[in-house]
Every structure is written in structure tokens, then in C-alpha cells.
Nanobody, 126 residues
Framework: QVQLVESGGGLAQAGGSLRLSCAAS????????MGWFRQAPGKEQEFVAA????????KYADSVKGRFTISRDNAKNTVFLQMNSLKPDDTAVYYC???????????????????WGQGTQLTVSS
């Protein structure tokens, strides 16, 4: 079955950096659009970033643009989220998601993704 396993979360200081990874199995990874979402305490899950099958197209939420970078390694079935200039507002559980489709516009809503990981916690202290 399809599995998405996030790792790399933890505790970081404001202004610091961290890289999340999501290892995929049970799917044709290179055929999937990959996305990152997050859910902060008491808030709804929100889109963070997405990347197309070969990494040539990316999309970011305004709140992370210029600070976060999504990338992928199809040879390792892994997608990454490099997070720089972290803020306390970035504190959330981060989820990896996948959809096996090719679209001209990268999806940004929860319902557009089919597969989800269990999430990894990021806490940013001030």
C-alpha cells in the first residue's frame, strides 16, 4: 500500500533552519505531484508548498514564500521541505501529500490530494 513517512521535525529556534523529508513507497513516485501542508494548534490544515513530477514547477503559500523551498529526488522517492528563517508561527504538524496526476496548475487544497502521511511536529521557539 502507499506510505508517506515524514521525518526531520523537532525543535528549532526562530531564525533557524530545518529540513523535512517525506519518503514515499507503494506508488510511482515520479508520476505524483507532491505537496506539504501544515496544521497549527487550533487552526485548520493549510497548504504550504507543492512540486510537480520533475521539480520544474513549484508553488508556495504566501506565508512561506522566500523562506521555504520544496524539492524532490525521484531516484530516492523523497520530497523535501527546506525551511529557513523560521518563525514561531511556523509551529505546526507538517504533512506530506501526493496525487498521481499531471496538472498544469499545482493543487493547493486538501481534497485534491489522495495520499497523506502521518505528519511530523515542528516547534519554533522565540
Amino acid at each position: 500500500q502507499v506510505q508517506l513517512v515524514e521525518s526531520g521535525g523537532g525543535l528549532a529556534q526562530a531564525g533557524g533552519s530545518l529540513r523535512l523529508s517525506c519518503a514515499a513507497s507503494g506508488l510511482t513516485f515520479s508520476g505524483n505531484i507532491m505537496g506539504w501542508f501544515r496544521q497549527a494548534p487550533g487552526k485548520e490544515q493549510e497548504f504550504v508548498a507543492a512540486i510537480n513530477w520533475d521539480g520544474s514547477s513549484t508553488k508556495y503559500a504566501d506565508s512561506v514564500k522566500g523562506r521555504f523551498t520544496i524539492s524532490r529526488d525521484n531516484a530516492k522517492n523523497t520530497v523535501f521541505l527546506q525551511m529557513n528563517s523560521l518563525k514561531p508561527d511556523d509551529t505546526a504538524v507538517y504533512y506530506c501529500a501526493a496525487i498521481y496526476e499531471s496538472r498544469p496548475v499545482l493543487p493547493v487544497t486538501i481534497r485534491e490530494y489522495k495520499y497523506w502521511g502521518q505528519g511530523t511536529q515542528l516547534t519554533v521557539s522565540s
